[in-house]
């Protein structure tokens, strides 16, 4: 009787104990062993492990779109400045075209006063290297003076009119592209071309007929 009291006591106090001190998997820390302790906390430590993951994946991701928006933010800001650049060239152009069609035209009109002239194999438009110091030399007499230049273009009589008419455009082109390499002001440069049907008043021979002449504008 007197074993059966005291356990009912015992029983009775660690109740009582229990309802004090529970831990958070519901269990006195003191009658719990670390088997169960273990098995309690491992959902805890996994949920916090995986919750840790899921973080950084996150912030690796956040990182990641921050990056490309930089990128992107750059881009725009280069191709705002590129834009800023062509306006300001396109006014420029604008100013300069405004500043010849207000001009007045001098009595007898334009006279021309040739510079040099380059010349170019059949059917082509790049400038040969036998031709560039011609360039070279016709760049600096350019840059001594404060005329306009006009740059010709021709081709020979072989061919159809439209073909030689944008052969000796892009012939014209080329030199007016290689003058403004050198330093020549393009707003001083006008270009011109024509096709075979002048070709037999430049010359007789094909390889004097595919020519670009330049001239400063009197």
Not at 119 to 130: A, W
Not at 131 to 137: C, E, F, G, M, R
Not at 190 to 201: C, D, F, P, T
């Amino acid at each position: 009787m007197k074993r059966s009291l005291f356990l009912s006591l015992a029983l009775l106090g660690s109740v009582a104990f229990a309802e004090q001190s529970l831990d958070p998997c519901g269990s006195p820390k003191e009658v719990y062993s670390k088997y169960l302790l273990d098995k309690c906390y491992k959902g805890y430590f996994d949920a916090i492990i995986e919750a840790k993951k899921k973080s950084e994946e996150a912030l690796n991701k956040a990182n990641e779109a921050l990056g490309k928006a930089n990128e992107a933010l750059n881009k725009a800001n280069d191709l705002e400045g590129r834009v800023s650049k062509l306006e300001g060239i396109v006014d420029d152009h604008e100013k300069r075209i405004k500043a010849l069609e207000s001009r007045e035209i001098p009595k007898g009109g334009w006279q021309l006063e040739e510079i040099g002239a380059v010349y170019f194999d059949f059917d082509k438009f790049n400038i040969k290297k036998s031709q560039a110091p011609k360039l070279d030399d016709i760049a600096s007499k350019i840059q001594s003076d404060t005329r306009e230049v006009l740059i010709v273009g021709f081709a020979d009589t072989r061919g159809s009119s439209k073909y030689n008419f944008n052969l000796s455009m892009y012939r014209a082109q080329m030199v007016a592209s290689y003058l403004a390499k050198k330093g020549v002001d393009i707003g001083r440069m006008r270009i011109a071309s024509y096709g075979k049907e002048v070709a037999k008043l430049i010359s007789p021979k094909y390889a004097e007929q595919r020519v670009v002449r330049i001239y400063f504008i009197k």
